[in-house]
């Protein structure tokens, strides 16, 4: 993947040709006041990386400290 870093500025004057880069060269870089202030993706990187797995049930039942023992104080 190929990331570019655009200025807030660049990024107002070519919001199209970043969201075609976005799509098919990866995450494209927008930096505000010569730091990191957003990457643009494509929706479907998004969709890839945001995508829940499972739910909270089977993340506990997978824990590897499921069986670790336990010292429960009450005060």
Do not use: C, Y
Not at 31 to 40: H, S
């Amino acid at each position: 993947m190929d990331s570019e870093v655009w200025t807030v500025a660049e990024a107002k004057a070519k919001f199209s040709e970043i969201i075609d880069k976005a799509q098919s060269k990866g995450p494209q870089t927008v930096t505000k006041n010569g730091r990191i202030a957003v990457v643009i993706v494509s929706a479907e990187e998004w969709e890839r990386k945001s995508k829940r797995v499972g739910n909270l049930a089977e993340f506990f039942a997978h824990s590897p400290l499921r069986n670790a023992p336990m010292k429960i104080t009450r005060n």
